[in-house]
């Protein structure tokens, strides 16, 4: 059962987890946000330099802009479209930074693993008995010294960025993968300030998706500038459609699209795509690298480093000795996964959240809400993240029989 007034776990302090707590604080209920990184929006700044497809005005939730101008803190508006920075500095930075969140933030906190004091996984399943067991988080701080909290809530907010998946077919890493892992890069580049690491030498960019878009245009412009920039592109699909949406809503988005559509009709002699290709093997040769394509038949090529930007899915080991019942196609919570399958096909602006039910696990009082719950499927908006965040808190207030204020 949750306590009175419930101890949260709040783990991220990325745009969902510091909703989260916003909420708790509505509540007068204690809280802590584990956050891995060095500061609130870790992972939104590793991606900093890339512009967002959305505007200020789908980004800042509404109890952000309610506790920042209560504050007398400037709240973005309007329908410029920020780059990861701008949303780090102008609004997760001063959120963090309210005097009602500031004392509960743990910077360089990482959450090594969950479960339930004095109970296994397989223990007290579907029973009250696990419901009064407190939540035992291990974590390991700077340094990397390790100790243990608990908590009666845990909302699971960490995201999916800096879990990438593999660069090989099927999902699994490609032969010599794993070895060569220090020559492969697998975040978004930002090339004009990198520009010594790629110009005039030769990528195999892996991946189709819009962060593998990005990187690509990048790419080109440098390589008009720059003799020797060459990129070669392996992309999965043999037809891949870039994610264009028709009559696009969103004009950064439709401006990427049309600048790769371009790319790949041969527009850039410095990029060379190669469809219905995947990475078979890559090895060290003379310090280069040599990788081997397949797309019907065997394809060798020799590059000076790989870029892989093939998604990513959030971290399961955390919660693997909890009783979560995932999807077995999209690693997500199932009763979520269940529920955006009629969904999954349509444009990230057209999700809605679905109700607390399918936010619920077996686990008690364990929740998995923003990007994360989405798990393989990409078509999450932070819209759908504060409606969870206010369906997960309305389900709490039921359950402690206490309202927000």
Not at 292 to 321: F, H, I, M, P
Request: proline content about 6%; aromatic content about 4%; glycine content about 12%.
């Amino acid at each position: 059962m949750v306590a009175t007034r419930p101890r949260l776990a709040i783990v991220g302090a990325g745009p969902i987890g510091l909703d989260a707590a916003l909420a708790a604080t509505e509540r007068g209920w204690p809280f802590t946000i584990y956050e891995a990184g060095g500061g609130p929006g870790a992972s939104v700044r590793a991606w900093g330099h890339v512009r967002m497809f959305t505007p200020w005005s789908m980004n800042v939730s509404p109890r952000m802009r309610a506790r920042l101008g209560a504050a007398g803190t400037a709240v973005p508006s309007g329908e410029e479209c920020p780059r990861g920075h701008d949303l780090a500095e102008r609004l997760l930075g001063p959120v963090a930074d309210l005097a009602e969140l500031r004392a509960s933030l743990e910077v360089e906190t990482r959450v090594v693993g969950i479960g339930r004091h004095g109970l296994l996984k397989h223990e007290e399943i579907a029973t009250p008995a696990r419901a009064e067991r407190p939540f035992r988080l291990l974590l390991s701080g700077p340094g990397g010294r390790q100790r243990v909290a608990q908590a009666d809530v845990v909302i699971d907010c960490s995201g999916t960025y800096g879990h990438a998946n593999s660069t090989g077919d099927a999902g699994i890493p490609a032969v010599g993968e794993q070895q060569l892992e220090t020559r492969i890069r697998r975040t978004v580049p930002h090339v004009a300030a990198e520009e010594q690491h790629w110009a005039g030498r030769r990528t195999l960019l892996v991946g189709g998706g819009h962060s593998a878009q990005t990187a690509a245009a990048d790419l080109a412009a440098l390589g008009r500038r720059v003799p020797g920039t060459e990129v070669v592109w392996a992309v999965r699909a043999m037809e891949p459609t870039w994610g264009a949406v028709a009559d696009d809503p969103l004009p950064e988005r439709a401006a990427l699209v049309e600048q790769t559509q371009r790319l790949a009709g041969g527009d850039d002699p410095s990029v060379r795509l190669v469809t219905g290709a995947v990475v078979e093997s890559l090895a060290e040769r003379d310090g280069r690298l040599a990788v081997t394509l397949r797309n019907g038949s065997s394809e060798a090529v020799v590059v000076d480093q790989v870029l892989s930007l093939t998604g990513y899915v959030g971290d399961a080991e955390l919660y693997r000795q909890l009783q979560v019942h995932e999807c077995y196609a999209t690693a997500a919570p199932i009763n979520l996964s269940a529920a955006l399958l009629g969904a999954a096909a349509g444009d990230c602006l057209g999700q809605e959240s679905h109700g607390v039910d399918v936010l619920r696990n077996p686990e008690p009082n364990f929740f998995i809400l923003g990007s994360k719950s989405y798990g393989r499927n990409s078509q999450f908006l932070l819209g759908v993240g504060w409606d969870q965040v206010d369906e997960v808190f309305g389900a709490l207030d039921a359950e402690v029989g206490q309202g927000p204020g």
